[in-house]
């Protein structure tokens, strides 16, 4: 799987780029099936998971070309409604799929999903969901099987904002016979995005960012291109910034909504981390050891969110004082806690409540990443670390970042990657 071999150097300087949003590209790519069209999709990052999904639609008889962040899709040749299973398994998102098979064929065949294993991510909501909507859904061979004679809209109201249950239910709510009103809809930036582009399919949607979603079901039939450009991600400039804070750093993190990542920056600035946007670029300095801060909590979007929480956690491991963070989203989300341990990071866990007590200075140590964002958080501490250390199993790492060694080597970071 290949791995980061990175020489501490305790302060980073320059300016990184940030990519398209990882979760918007995902749902936006997986909803160019719901009608027969060509599209030409801008900003789309190069990671594992898009070029997973583009495999997937490409399996499924549609198009794709991606090039220098643009991917062109042409979906008219759909000719299955079975998403195969060797890689449903590898990617979470091609859940998102479900709704917008449906919505296009009226069927559909695909596996549970695979992805990050960071806890129990049941799909009941989604299930629910479409289950209103009029799909009869069943189970077998660990195959989830749907299908719709009609489809009507009704009102829906999630029991937890989920992203995921938001996005199934817009995919199919959007060719559905009426009006369909989401109540406790996920309101992340990447939900807004995915409204902007159904709408430029010439669907009718509104109200995304808000804890209300209604949809006005409707049938598209022409065949115009359609062309649209994805906001950045919040996550990987959060990660950046999440670096720079963590050691004494001045970094220019340029095409970043700032507004997109505001509970994030809030909470480095409470830690003494001077953050500013000028001409649209955000700049982020830090004097050196940020402040511990008392309790952060996960949560949906505003607040702070889940994906952020290792590389915060890698922030306040050297931080000045004692930090409680409680993570609400996922059931098993500090498995790069003992990675940072073997580092010299002094951290409990009880449940779901990480106890960090912050230290001057990590040390370099060989340590395994088991997840995206956690693999994240262990290039943080090794950036300030003293000595070398080693990150194995970056496969993780690569499903998410675009460019990542080419734009921490912008930043001065010593790193090489070992093939294995």
Do not use: W
């Amino acid at each position: 799987m290949g791995s980061f071999i990175i020489e501490g150097i305790g302060n980073l300087e320059g300016i990184v780029e940030i990519g398209g949003s990882k979760n918007s590209a995902l749902p936006i790519l997986a909803s160019t099936v719901i009608v027969g069209k060509e599209y030409i999709i801008e900003n789309i990052p190069d990671i594992e998971d898009v070029r997973m999904m583009l495999e997937i639609l490409s399996s499924m008889g549609c198009k794709t070309q991606y090039e220098n962040g643009i991917a062109l899709i042409d979906t008219t040749e759909l000719n299955t409604y079975s998403v195969p299973e060797n890689l449903v398994k590898k990617i979470r998102s091609s859940i998102i799929l479900m709704g917008a098979v449906l919505c296009r064929t009226g069927n559909v065949e695909i596996a549970f999903p695979g992805g990050c294993e960071i806890g129990l991510r049941p799909i009941d909501l989604h299930l629910k969901g479409l289950r209103k909507l009029g799909v009869e859904i069943h189970e077998k061979n660990g195959i989830l099987c749907g299908s719709v004679k009609e489809s009507l809209g009704c009102e829906i109201q999630l029991d937890y904002p989920s992203v995921g249950a938001t996005e199934n239910i817009m995919l199919f709510a959007v060719g559905a016979s009426g009006k369909t009103i989401i109540y406790n809809a996920a309101k992340e930036p990447e939900i807004v995005d995915l409204q902007n582009f159904l709408n430029k399919c010439g669907f009718m949607v509104s109200g995304a960012g808000t804890g209300t979603i209604i949809i006005e079901g409707k049938k598209i039939e022409d065949n115009e291109l359609i062309e649209y450009k994805i906001i950045s991600d919040r996550i990987e400039a959060g990660t950046y910034l999440s670096a720079a804070a963590s050691m004494k750093s001045k970094i220019y993190i340029k095409n970043i909504e700032k507004e997109h990542f505001k509970s994030i920056t809030s909470l480095y600035e409470d830690a003494g981390c001077e953050i500013r946007e000028t001409h649209g670029t955000v700049v982020v300095s830090s004097r050196g050891r940020l402040k511990a801060l008392e309790k952060v909590t996960t949560q949906p979007y505003p607040g702070f969110p889940t994906d952020m929480q290792a590389q915060f956690m890698a922030s306040m491991a050297t931080a000045d004082g004692n930090t409680i963070i409680e993570e609400t989203v996922f059931d098993s989300r500090y498995k790069h806690v003992p990675e940072l341990q073997k580092m010299g990071a002094d951290i409990t866990t009880i449940g779901r409540v990480a106890i960090i007590n912050g230290v001057s200075r990590l040390h370099g140590a060989e340590v395994d990443s088991k997840d995206l964002r956690g693999g994240a958080s262990l290039v943080i501490a090794a950036i300030g670390a003293e000595g070398t250390t080693k990150i194995n199993n970056i496969y993780h790492i690569n499903r998410g970042y675009e460019k990542f060694m080419e734009k921490l080597r912008n930043l001065g970071v010593i790193i090489t990657t070992i093939v294995e």
